[in-house]
């Protein structure tokens, strides 16, 4: 098995907690795991490992926020977020290809021979499914004489479900959903989806090399070709077989789909072979060649394919084979995995820790006003008693007053109230007043002569009422 690819770059990571916002993570997707870092450095170790296989890959809806994607399962959810659509049809091809793979999908981003392999487990065949399903729904008069067939693009909406149906493992039903335009653009999509192109990039000096034999002696290019072409894998060798195969066929109804054999080189000759350096100068140089090149092998397939190439039985049995350098990549990957969560794990005691000690204060506290509200209960209850008996002297000053006003009433009178002032003692008619005689002569004011005679015998004598005092 080749080494896995590595996927590595920046990523918007959503926190978990009450507080949710987006921060700036370096993302390394390698093996079955994604892992996250603050810093680039490969030397501080991950914030957190995911392990992808059997993770849901949701595309959110686009916002002014950035590009979406949600890896999710039963019990845990992570969201990411990209700068552009590309960028997160990049990493989600790319995580698809390990959360899928397991369950006969995630063929968009994997290699061929990996593909096949997975296949293989779940019934496949010696080629991708999707390129034989596709080419299945293509390969008929009626849609092989269809106008553009491969030049005109299909739905680009039903092309992206059918993408992640056959990215999930699923059998989508192309008779139902699909079209002859919609179908061929998602074969061309998967095509360009690869990581290498059908013959691997390592040989693409090597078949470019043979257009000058090829241009000078025919017979030995074709012999040269035949010998280039039994070094490509042998899922990589049954693809491009059933692949001209399928293109020589189409070129025939060319003047029923404007299809000829070099509109058909154009179209395909980029994902069939390709240079992987990114040199555009060194693309441009050897264009045409390639185009020549996938020429000649729709024109001759059948003498440089005779038959689909069988795998060693080694190669058959033996599926989990890994060379020694992604074994010891997977190795590091588990003991950073172990690391994180053994930091996890002491972070998740110190947090205990920490809890109990909270706790053990908080006790305290609630012990000791426990006891403030003792003593305030006691002061409380003491002042009721007080209250209560200042209530109690209440009530019998006002029974007592009471049973005085009932006696009062009973007897009909009352005790007559003291008088503010002294009053001047009574006069008799032998008092010498200033003016008077010794024998007994009223002299003095007409007020005194009145009162001091004597009463008539004819009027009446006025009783003074009861409390009152008058002078003699």
């Known amino acids: 098995m080749s080494m896995a690819n590595i996927t590595t770059g920046w990523l918007k990571k959503e926190t978990h907690g009450a507080l949710r916002r987006f921060e700036r993570r370096w993302v ?5 795991s994604l892992s996250y870092y603050k810093r680039d450095d490969n030397i501080s170790a991950p914030l957190g490992i995911i392990d992808l296989p059997g993770k849901k890959i949701i595309q959110c809806p686009d916002t002014d926020h950035g590009y979406k994607f949600e890896l999710t399962d039963k019990d845990s959810s992570f ?18 290809c390990i959360s899928y793979g397991p369950f006969g999908g995630g063929m968009f981003g994997s290699s061929i021979e990996i593909t096949v392999k997975r296949e293989k487990l779940h019934g496949g065949r010696n080629i991708p499914k999707i390129i034989s399903q596709c080419i299945g729904y293509l390969d008929n008069s009626f849609r092989l004489k ?13 092309v992206k479900q059918l993408k992640m149906e056959f990215q999930e493992g699923m059998e989508p039903n192309l008779e139902a959903k699909g079209d002859t335009h919609t179908i061929g653009s998602l074969l061309k999509l998967y095509l360009r989806s690869l990581p290498d192109s059908v013959i691997p990039s390592s040989l693409y000096e090597d078949f470019v090399a043979i ?6 002696n025919q017979k030995e ?11 490509v894998p042998c899922s990589a060798f049954n693809t491009i077989r059933r692949l001209c195969e399928f293109l020589y066929k189409v070129q025939t109804y ?32 050897d264009m045409q060649k390639l185009k020549k090149v996938t020429e000649i092998m729709i024109l001759n397939y059948e003498s440089l394919f005779p038959n689909d190439k069988v795998e060693e039985d080694q190669e058959d049995l033996d599926l989990e084979i890994i060379d020694p350098e992604e074994l010891k990549n997977l190795y590091t990957v588990k003991m950073i995995k172990y690391q994180v969560q053994a930091r996890e794990i002491v972070a998740k005691d110190k947090e205990i820790e920490d809890l109990r000690a909270q706790l053990a204060q908080s006790q305290c506290t609630v012990e000791q006003q426990q006891c403030t509200m003792l003593e305030q209960q006691n002061k409380i209850d003491h002042l009721e008693g007080i209250v209560q008996r200042l209530q109690n002297q209440v009530t019998n000053y006002k029974a007592a007053l009471s049973n005085l006003r009932v006696q009062e009433n009973s ?3 009352a005790t007559p109230p003291k008088p503010t002032s002294p009053l001047p003692p009574p006069r008799s008619a032998n008092t010498v007043l200033k003016g008077g005689s010794k024998n007994g002569d009223m002299i003095g004011s007409p007020q005194l002569r009145r009162r001091t005679q004597p009463v008539s015998k004819d009027r009446p004598v006025v009783k003074p009422r009861p409390g009152t005092i008058c002078n003699p």
């Open 146 to 158: 269809e106008n553009g067939i491969f030049r005109l693009p299909g739905n680009e909406k039903t």
């Open 28 to 32: 390394v997707v390698s093996g079955n």
């Open 79 to 96: 969201n990411f977020s990209c700068e552009t659509k590309t960028e997160r049809e990049k990493w989600v091809d790319a995580i698809s």
């Open 411 to 413: 007897d009909g009178s």
């Open 254 to 285: 060319s003047d029923s789909n404007r299809m000829d054999l070099n509109n058909l080189a154009i179209v395909f000759s980029p994902t069939i072979l390709k240079n992987n350096s990114g040199n555009l100068d060194l693309e441009m140089r």
């Open 211 to 216: 257009i000058l034999t090829y241009e000078l």
């Open 221 to 231: 290019g074709l012999n040269e070709l035949r010998y280039l072409l039994n070094k």
